[in-house]
């Protein structure tokens, strides 16, 4: 049981290109997310998924696109990478409860992306 | 709309005394409230958490926190801190039963001193 496997763990990229960072969890659990972790600011929702098929919009969506094919599988691509988006990524997951409650989220160990 | 106001940006305690991270939010409903702590270099730990249960949550590592409705706070503490427990953390918040959606406060970096 891995848990939350996300690649690469750092990442150099020149501005303008593209890329996607991978994200898989084998816990079968129906949410995953996507944040950006910059100093002094948190996390910060990117994208998230209630389910296989099903993404939307977090707090800071731009410049970001992401599908949901299957339970496992939520990569986040980059499509004209800039500056402003070196940060470090993190991929999470979680698991429903109805009416009892948010559940705790389980975090990849992240991506460390650098935009230059 | 839920968030999480974390009083304090940088905590710096000695080993073998108390320490406290202060947290207040804002829900609209009855919230869910965690902790998480993040070292140098590494992914986020689940510290512990309040769901509607006992006001009074311990956690893993010597780690509790209260849950003051009348106050919104939920503050964490740890009787006697370890050079271990040098890191970053977070309040996290998330306010409707059905939503995975969580908020984070802007995090407390905690230095021990020896």
């Known amino acids: 049981n891995a848990g939350v496997t996300q690649t690469p763990k750092f990442q150099v990229l020149k501005t303008g290109q593209s890329m996607t960072l991978q994200c898989a969890q084998d816990?079968?659990?129906?949410?995953m997310s996507w944040y950006r972790q910059d100093p002094g600011m948190g996390l910060r929702l990117i994208h998230y998924?209630?389910?296989?098929?099903?993404?939307d919009q977090g707090e800071v969506p731009n410049g970001y696109n992401v599908s949901r094919s299957t339970t496992e599988d939520f990569p986040l691509r980059l499509l004209s990478a800039a500056p402003s988006q070196t940060s470090v990524y993190f991929c999470?997951?979680?698991?429903?409860?109805?009416?009892?409650?948010?559940?705790?989220?389980?975090f990849g160990q992240g991506t460390r992306l650098t935009v230059v | 709309a839920q968030s999480v106001t974390q009083l304090d940006s940088h905590v710096s305690v000695s080993e073998g005394t108390p320490v406290l991270l202060r947290c207040n939010y804002s829900?609209?409903?009855?919230?869910?409230l965690f902790w998480y702590v993040q070292h140098p270099n590494k992914g986020l730990q689940l510290l512990l958490k309040?769901?509607?249960?006992?006001?009074l949550v311990k956690g893993i590592n010597g780690f509790e926190a209260e849950f003051k409705k009348s106050e919104t706070s939920f503050h964490l503490t740890k009787p006697s801190a370890h050079m271990s427990d040098a890191a970053e953390y977070f309040c996290?918040?998330?306010?409707?039963?059905?939503?995975?959606?969580?908020?984070f406060g802007a995090g407390t970096t905690v230095t021990v001193r020896a």
């Open positions: 309040y769901t509607s249960a006992a006001t």
């Open positions: 999470a997951s979680s698991y429903s409860s109805t009416g009892r409650g948010a559940t705790e989220a389980f």
């Open positions: 816990m079968n659990h129906e949410y």
């Open positions: 996290v918040v998330s306010d409707s039963p059905n939503d995975y959606k969580l908020s």
């Open positions: 829900s609209s409903y009855s919230p869910s």
């Open positions: 998924s209630v389910g296989a098929g099903i993404t």
